[in-house]
C-alpha cells in the first residue's frame, strides 16, 4: 500500500486453513502473555477514528471521485513514536451516527481477543 495514495488505512489478515488459524491463534496467545496494562490508572475507553477521505466536503463534490490524500507525512512522522502498550481484550466494530445504552457507539460486532482454554 502506498501512503501517498490513502482513502482508508486497514489491516486485513486472511487464515487459509485450520494449520494458519492455529499458529495465529498460538501467536496471539503468546503476544498477550507479554503485554502489560498499568490497572492502577482511571478506567479510559479507548477510540479510535482513521482517516477517510469519503467523508472530505468540498464545494464541487457532486459527482466528483474521490480523492485520496498523502499519509507519507504522518506515516513518516511518527514511525518511530511510541504510543505506550495496552491489554486488548476486546475490539468493536461500531455504527456510525449511533450509541447504545451507555452512550458509546453502538457495536455491530464485538471481537473477543480472550483466548479459550
Given amino acids: 500500500m502506498r501512503a501517498e495514495r490513502l482513502h482508508l488505512t486497514v ?56 480523492e485520496t490524500f498523502d499519509g507519507s507525512e504522518i506515516l513518516q512522522r511518527f514511525k518511530d513514536f511510541d504510543f505506550g502498550v495496552v491489554e486488548l481484550n476486546q475490539i468493536h466494530l461500531s455504527q456510525r451516527d449511533s450509541a447504545g445504552d451507555d452512550g458509546y457507539y453502538q457495536p455491530t460486532c464485538v471481537v473477543s481477543l480472550v483466548m479459550q482454554g
Fill in 11 to 66: 489491516g486485513v489478515m486472511s487464515l487459509m486453513d485450520n494449520e494458519e488459524r492455529l499458529v495465529a491463534s498460538k501467536l496471539l496467545g503468546e503476544a498477550k502473555d507479554k503485554i502489560i496494562l498499568n490497572h492502577n490508572r482511571d478506567h479510559v475507553k479507548l477510540h479510535v477514528t482513521l482517516i477517510n477521505s469519503k467523508y472530505r466536503k468540498t464545494s464541487d463534490d457532486a459527482g466528483k471521485k474521490r
